[in-house]
T-cell receptor, first 111, second 114 residues
Framework: ELKVEQNPLFLSMQEGKNYTIYCNYS?????LYWYRQDPGKSLESLFV?????AVKQEGRLMASLDTKARLSTLHITAAVHDLSATYFCAVSGGGADGLTFGKGTHLIIQP | DGGITQSPKYLFRKEGQNVTLSCEQN?????MYWYRQDPGQGLRLIYY???????QKGDIAEGYSVSREKKESFPLTVTSAQKNPTAFYLC?????????????FGPGTRLTVL
């Protein structure tokens, strides 16, 4: 059974600081996804990581994947208030199968 | 504009009633999915369909049913057998033609049992 664990589950940080969210998964997977969810809203796709060593960056967010360690990280650089949201990682079981999600990291960025 | 629509946005159900949630996409995607989200939790897979007239159970299919008669539509029925149906329901679609199989999500339906 594929399991996905995120930590921390809750993070409060100040603007301008850097921080990392971690995502561990239990079995081999060929794709890892990061999503953002604002309160009461649906999910917005941030990154898709396909291979070992993959790194993608968009603005102040950077995601990386280590398939050997079964670990992905989402790094936030010089955080701003607008990045406050819940961030989910999700792992594919293969092909067009459904995704297995972590419980999410609720991120609050204080001015 | 291409996208995924879900209706209704809010739905209230009495205990013992079946209700059907609508999901439509005009992205020409082959695969469609239903997830359930409980407060403070991640999403859990209910059912998915990779092609018309075929679908598979996800992790929490008990008490739910689906159909896939058309490529663009994947309705979810929450039956009276589902003991705790109050949740946020999200529909998604993806295209196997894309190597990333990226799943795009609809706006969601919030179901409350009275």
């Amino acid at each position: 059974e594929l399991k996905v664990e995120q930590n921390p589950l809750f993070l409060s940080m100040q603007e301008g600081k850097n921080y990392t969210i971690y995502c561990n998964y239990s079995t081999t997977s060929d794709r890892l996804y990061w999503y953002r969810q604002d309160p009461g809203k649906s999910l917005e796709s941030l990154f898709v990581l396909l291979s070992n060593g993959a790194v993608k960056q968009e603005g102040r967010l950077m995601a990386s994947l280590d398939t050997k360690a079964r670990l992905s990280t989402l790094h936030i650089t010089a955080a701003v208030h607008d990045l406050s949201a819940t961030y989910f990682c999700a792992v594919s079981g293969g092909g067009a199968d459904g995704l297995t999600f972590g419980k999410g990291t609720h991120l609050i960025i204080q001015p | 504009d291409g996208g995924i629509t879900q209706s209704p946005k809010y739905l209230f159900r009495k205990e013992g009633q079946n209700v059907t949630l609508s999901c439509e996409q005009n992205l020409n995607h082959d695969a469609m999915y239903w997830y359930r989200q409980d407060p403070g939790q991640g999403l859990r897979l209910i059912y998915y369909s990779q092609i018309v007239n075929d679908f598979q159970k996800g992790d929490i299919a008990e008490g739910y049913s689906v159909s896939r008669e058309k490529k663009e539509s994947f309705p979810l029925t929450v039956t009276s057998a589902q003991k705790n149906p109050t949740a946020f329901y999200l529909c998604a679609s993806s295209s196997p033609g894309q190597v990333e199989y990226q799943q795009f999500f609809g706006p969601g339906t919030r179901l409350t049992v009275l």
